[in-house]
């Protein structure tokens, strides 16, 4: 695929994983690919693997990619997957310095990859997996038509975020749970007694209570999920009626959203991770005097902040950066928390040094959501100038909205839990006695774009392949949301309820 | 790397409609944006979105900094691994970009053959000249070929001298280059009912017609008309900031602009285009049939192209696009378009471009 490294750069990246083990970074090897514009560009739209099932979204990725690298809107300097060796790129004719920036940016996050807990799941070998992955699309392509397969891809890549982040951490669900008629079995209670006091000894009212109480309990064992499922697509994988090919269409997409997880979950981080480790390595150690104008100018477009967009290089790196302060001079715990008088908080240093152990702590443990949460203070958020925006309706422009702490700071936790996007769950998988799928969305006070929803649901009637509803809420109104597979249906919640109450009479 | 390039192939079928109709509900345009002498221009590329389950936040994103820019955010969106610089851009290249998203035909200048002068290069050789423009190489072979011929050279004691007839000078040829003229009228109805909103569109397009007009020939000259009831040549500033209130004549505009065409712009020397932008609304049918008159008679037989645009504002609907479209339509140098808002400028564009005139 691209070429040797050559020699120069070969000794600088021993160099550089020299000082990356000394400094206490650990990582699977690391390999580094020289590639021209083209092949980067190919290779950012493929996510950094080398090969992907055939999809026209690659190919609307590198145009938008070549497009912007041609009238030099941007360049992509790193990329690196999370693999075992971990592999990188490193773009032909870039300077010296740039490579030698890049290299110690990535020895970061090979760092991150093998040692955060949120990776530890992952499949190692993605690489493999992925050309297999291409292997079988174009497999069921030869078979069954590329335009069957790639409608069903792109239903299934429509529900792709559909899946459980906290599965990976769960046990698995006991295979043979309690046998449903162990219900069944249970009698009503009734106490012995003789024939003329059975009427008060157990009073009909109260059997009759229990009895139905029982039938209650035995319709709630045949539910299913019997809890609310958060892993839609797996759930789908497992029940719905799939042809082979799509079920094995539907299991890749499902792999690979799961891989790709926790880079979504941890992108903060990650960034500022190996943000942190290329300056500090590149300022202490690698840099030659004269190499250092052109590093500080390359570094400060990394780390540049524009009105309206969140540079997760900026905010990792600054927050990391802070920890690191706050744990070498003491400043956390209750001791500080309690203080209240300005003029001692500035000249608080307890001289712990424990910045750089609590950072390895951190990026051990945590993903952007707690690290956000459990990090951000009222003085970073003011000294790093963090605000809300809010598009005004009326002249469509970007305002700063607000600037205090506590919106910021929710504002950022509700855009990196679960990725800013909203939980859905499986409720019933035969809803209506009919094999329809019932799914409700865990409503947090902001509704669903409505008219993706309603082609979500269309898409998932072709995976499904009978009626999907969505139960939510629209402009403070409980909706059931849904498509049968030819047209949509929307039914208001609490008439809904009426009518099957009516029928059941 | 083949495999992205089918990728891309099949993207492609998709976005021009060949293969999967049904995905073009989902076509919109990713823009991208770029900086030109402090002006923002974004470059709109095609893109197709995949529906999710998502939140309806209305706008709402976490930024960093003072909080004052341009106002192009676009969330808290970012692409992995990648940054965006600031680019410059030449109007030429704007106008080569733009030609490439519309997929816009080149124009073709009439007056090809027109020869002018125009600049020369040190191209030939004389034998005489200035001292300074001496070729001493040239003037060296020459006395080499003297002495072989004559017989007189002596390898192993190479001696060479020049004499006056020996001397090459360089001298200056003329070249031609073929010329065309071009001048472009636009004329804006500025009477009340046209408010900033309507003005903003016609000075987006301009912009992208100037772009355009000007990468295909050189020294294009601009003439700027403004009319309510009455019209009047401006200069470029005055022509956007210009609010009249009062009624609309169309006709007096046309006249003017006829006027100027006759005495300044003969149609043979003279690529000429002609711009119109109004709300349609014109003050009476006789006047606007008049108004065709002048077009028909008068500036069509000296326009490369006549372009009509109808800016539409909310409520509004003229008739003028309409008595245009019956008397012109199977003329191809008449390019009519309606703008009911800022998205249709890129129609517009295409409408009075695409022709290639």
Redesign the interface.
Known sequence: MSSVLPPELSREQERIEGFARELGLTFFRVVFEMVDW??MN?????GGFP?RY???????E???LS??YE??????????INNDPTYAYLLQGNAMVDQKLVMAHVYGHADFFLNNVYYAHTNRKMIDAMANHATRVRRHMERHGV?AV??FL?AS???E??IDPGAVFRAKPRQNAEPTDAVESKDVGRLPSKPYLDRYVNPPAYIEERRQAMSAAREEAKRNPPQPERDVLGFVLMQAPLEGWERDALELVRDESYYFLPQRQT?VMNEGWASYWHTHMMTTRILSDAEVIDYADHHS??V????????????GLELFRDIERRWNTGQFGPEWDACDRMSERRRWDRKLGLGRDKVFEIRRLHCDATFLDEFLTQEFCEQ????????NAR?G?????SRSFDD?KQ??LF?FTNG???V?EVIDANYGNRGELLLA?RHVG????????K??LE?LTRIWKRPVRLETVVANKPKRLGHDGTKPIEEDLEQAALKTKTRAR | MPRIESDLNRFRQIVRGRVREELKKHLGHTELFGKQGGRVVSIPIPHLDLPHFTHDTGGKGVGQGDGAGDGSGQGAGDQPGAHILEAEFSVEELAKMLGEALELPRIRPKGDDELASRGGRYTGITTSGPESLRHFKRSYRQALRRLIVAGTYDPTNPKVSLVRSDRRYRTWKPRSLPKANAAILYAMDVSGSMGDEQKEIVRTESFWLDAWIRAHYQGVRTVYIVHDAAAKEVDRDAFFRIRESGGTVISSCYELAARIVEERFPAQEWNLYFFHFTDGENYSRQDSDRSADIVADKLLPALNLFGYGQVEALGTRGDFYDVLRTRFDADERVALSRLPDRDAVVDSIKSFLGKGL
């Open positions: 083209k092949q190919a290779l950012a739209a493929y090969t055939p999809h026209w979204r690659w190919g609307m590198y145009a938008e497009k912007s009238y030099g809107l941007h360049k992509i300097y790193e990329m690196v335009e790639e409608r792109d890549l429509s529900v975020d559909l992108k477009g990394t540049a902040v524009s009105p309206g967009r969140l540079n997760p290089y900026k905010l790093q100038g963090l605000f809300v925006s809010k598009k002249t422009q970007d305002e700063v909205d910021v504002a950022l855009h800013g996007r909203p859905i969305h902001v509704d669903l774009r409505m008219d993706w929803a082609e979500v898409n």
